[in-house]
């Protein structure tokens, strides 16, 4: 089955504690991309990438990292978390190319950072 | 900088038309999409215009003007199932999304 998996789905830690949220596709899609997405405010794209290697940074990049070592896996880090950072998150896979730019959000992590 | 304005809240009839505007204050975009996501769920791709006018998929259309940086999504035939929120996205290598639409339907 075509899909965008992430890990974990629920998180609560706490200030400063480094975290890592997984996203997984396996649809050989060249782009993906992370959101956060909070009440009122739509889905806020933090980081993006074309391709293997090649990242760059959304709307709302401070605070986060990301890396693409293998076209299937765009983990996100947040080296320390705070609370400003509670929010839901998703990731997204699209072919982002031709005639294809639907992308595909996997289910969403809620993060909680107290 | 690049944004794009969609009402907050649209109410309909089930059965009715709706039209859900969506204006973006950018030159750079080259396509505009739309996603439907409902309570608790993920959002999911409606349509994507990559050229000026109407894209129609079932009972779902979505209009672009680049000479207006104006898009529209126009649900018909509208179901209690449609009650959800919209949102449009405007595309360059980033993807820029609008604070999205909740659309309520009345039976």
């Known amino acids: 089955e075509a899909q965008v998996t992430q890990n974990p789905r629920y998180l609560i830690t706490v200030t400063g504690k480094k975290l890592t949220v997984t996203c997984s596709q396996n649809?050989?899609?060249?782009?993906m991309s992370w959101y956060r997405q909070d009440p009122g405010l739509g889905l806020r794209q933090i980081y993006y990438?074309?391709?293997?290697?090649?990242?760059d940074k959304g709307d709302v990049p401070e605070g986060y990292k990301v890396s693409r070592k293998e076209k299937r896996n765009f983990p996100l880090i947040l080296e320390s978390p705070s609370p400003n950072q509670t929010s839901l998150y998703f990731c997204?896979?699209?072919?982002?190319?031709?005639?294809?730019?639907?992308?595909?959000f996997g289910p969403g992590t809620r993060l909680t950072v107290t | 900088g690049q944004s794009l304005e969609q009402p907050s809240e649209v109410t309909a009839v089930e059965g009715a038309i709706v039209q859900i505007n969506c204006t973006y204050q950018?030159?750079?975009?080259?396509?505009l999409s739309w996603y439907q996501q409902h309570d608790g769920g993920a959002p999911t791709f409606l349509s994507y215009?990559?050229?000026?006018g109407l894209e129609e998929t079932g009972r779902f259309s979505s209009f672009l003007s680049r000479s207006d940086s104006y898009g529209y999504l126009l649900l018909q035939e509208l179901q209690m199932k449609d009650s959800a929120s919209y949102f449009c996205?405007?595309?360059?290598?980033?993807?820029?999304f609008g604070k999205g639409t909740r659309l309520h339907i009345l039976p």
């Open positions: 997204a896979s699209s072919p982002y190319s031709g005639t294809s730019y639907e992308q595909y």
């Open positions: 649809m050989n899609h060249e782009y």
């Open positions: 990438s074309m391709n293997v290697e090649v990242t």
């Open positions: 950018t030159s750079g975009f080259y396509g």
């Open positions: 215009n990559a050229l000026d």
């Open positions: 996205a405007g595309h360059d290598d980033k993807i820029i």
